[in-house]
T-cell receptor, first 107, second 116 residues
């Protein structure tokens, strides 16, 4: 079967760092994606990992370990506008989605 | 208009009504998708169209009927829906489906559907 797990909700403080984990078990793997979705809005692309290691893009970084079926999204210098849901998805001919992690940022 | 647009943004319909959702993409893509998003559940892929041809139907009930007249437009026709069909319906597009070019999908803002 296909399974992607991520925490339902996380809370962090403005200015801090937060790590959102994603574990997956899929029949195939051709890349892992992170999307951001603000309440009532469309999901938007954040990052893509196909090889093991860390990809950095400004305040956001994404890590992948294919042998462990594990990824994380690291958000630094948190801002209030980072309050959103973060969706992990594995590409295996189609995108297979996790249920998303709702991130709440407190002042 | 740019990106992916969807109309209407909100829809309330009775179980005996017939309505249609519309999606339009201005990105020159050849693949379009319908997703259902329910609270605290993963995005559910419903239909995939690649170059106007339907390539995926993930066991979606026949009360949902897609139509893709060209690569830029996608419709979802609804009839005799059930209350459990209430959800956010998202349209997305990508250059081509099922290949490395479909990695990044561009989503519309969605239609919030309530079935009463």
């Amino acid at each position: 079967g296909q399974n992607i797990d991520q925490p339902t909700e996380m809370t962090a403080t403005e200015g801090a760092i937060v790590q959102i984990n994603c574990t997956y078990q899929t029949s195939g793997f051709n890349g892992l994606f992170w999307y951001q979705q603000h309440a009532g809005e469309a999901p938007t692309f954040l990052s893509y990992n196909v090889l093991d290691g860390l990809e950095e893009k400004g305040r956001f970084s994404s890590f992948l370990s294919r042998s462990k079926g594990y990824s994380y999204l690291l958000l630094k210098e948190l801002q209030m506008k980072d309050s959103a849901s973060y969706l992990c998805a594995v590409f295996n001919y189609q995108l297979i989605w996790g249920a998303g992690t709702k991130l709440i940022i407190k002042p | 208009e740019t990106g992916v647009t969807q109309t209407p943004r909100h829809l309330v319909m009775g179980m005996t009504n017939k309505k249609s959702l519309k999606c339009e993409q201005h990105l020159g893509h050849n693949a379009m998708y319908w997703y259902k998003q329910s609270a605290k559940k993963p995005l559910e892929l419903m239909f995939v169209y690649n170059f106007k041809e339907q390539t995926e139907n993930n066991s979606v009930p026949s009360r949902f009927s897609p139509e893709c007249p060209n690569s830029s437009h996608l419709f979802l026709h609804l009839h005799t829906l059930q209350p459990e069909d209430s959800a956010l319906y998202l349209c997305a597009s990508s250059p081509v489906a099922g290949t490395s070019e479909s990695y990044e999908q561009y989503f519309g803002p969605g239609t919030r559907l309530t079935v009463t």
